[in-house]
């Protein structure tokens, strides 16, 4: 079962910026949060990750709260091409074991003009 | 999707017929991980491998289908008999050895298989 929560649908309104949570509150000490994002009809494409410190790259911000148990991912300005499911995953350090990603349902989120 | 390459990326079987799907991981990853994802349904782990060697196989039906990583050439998805239910989106995704502090070990998909069965 995936280790992560999240609501399953969101609207934005284009060019404010969507804020989607994640609840991670069995996270341990050496799991990475990672971010995915799948637009209808195409493989799932790689955002962002972090382990306790907030991260940015030209995609979108990742916060992450002190207690690590949950998590916001921000798209700064939602374009219309930013409507696809978010998935929201918990994984394992590279330099500890083995741990194949599950995907939960994730986030539907429509991006309104 | 930083160049993981499936094909073909649209197979039409018929049903008993084989479907063979292909996977080329990213230049230097030599781990591969397939996907399912049925119409309107997520995506369900399969299958995780490693040059020449099945690390997990918990995500396989347990009859008809396959899946290999041969030392050359590209990864393999076989389905032998296929059924109307196989019908779906098959993923592919790669990763760079572990340890890789740089990579951050992060996972790259391809654009999918979609198999039909009719």
């Known amino acids: 079962d995936a280790k992560t929560t999240q609501p399953p649908s969101m609207d934005c309104a284009e060019g404010r910026a969507a804020n989607l949570p994640c609840n991670h509150s069995?996270?341990?000490?050496?799991?990475?949060v990672y971010w995915y994002r799948q637009i209808h009809s195409q493989g799932p494409q790689y955002i962002i990750h972090g382990l306790k410190n907030n991260e940015t790259n030209e995609m979108a911000s990742l916060i992450i709260t002190e207690d690590r148990k949950s998590s916001t991912l921000i798209l700064p300005h939602a374009t219309l091409r930013d409507t696809a499911v978010y998935y929201c995953?918990?994984?394992?350090?590279?330099?500890?074991?083995?741990?194949?990603?599950?995907f939960g349902p994730g986030t539907s989120l429509s991006v309104i003009p | 999707n930083a160049g993981v390459m499936q094909n073909p990326r649209h197979l039409v079987r018929r049903r008993g017929q084989e479907a063979r799907l292909r996977c080329s991981p990213v230049?230097?990853?030599?781990?591969v991980y397939w996907y399912r994802q049925l119409p309107e349904e997520g995506l369900k782990f399969m299958v995780y491998?490693?040059?020449?060697?099945?690390?997990?196989e918990s995500g396989m039906p347990k009859e008809r289908f396959s899946a290999e990583f041969p030392k050359e050439g590209p990864s393999i998805l076989r389905i032998q008999q296929v059924v109307r239910g196989d019908s779906a989106a098959y993923f592919c995704?790669?990763?760079?050895?572990?340890?890789?502090?740089?990579?951050?070990?992060?996972?790259?998909f391809g654009e999918g298989s979609w198999l039909t069965v009719v």
């Open positions: 230049k230097g990853h030599s781990h």
């Open positions: 069995t996270i341990s000490g050496n799991e990475y």
């Open positions: 995953i918990v994984r394992v350090s590279p330099k500890t074991s083995y741990d194949k990603v599950i």
């Open positions: 491998l490693q040059k020449e060697n099945i690390i997990d």
């Open positions: 995704a790669s990763s760079p050895p572990r340890g890789n502090i740089n990579s951050g070990n992060t996972i790259y």
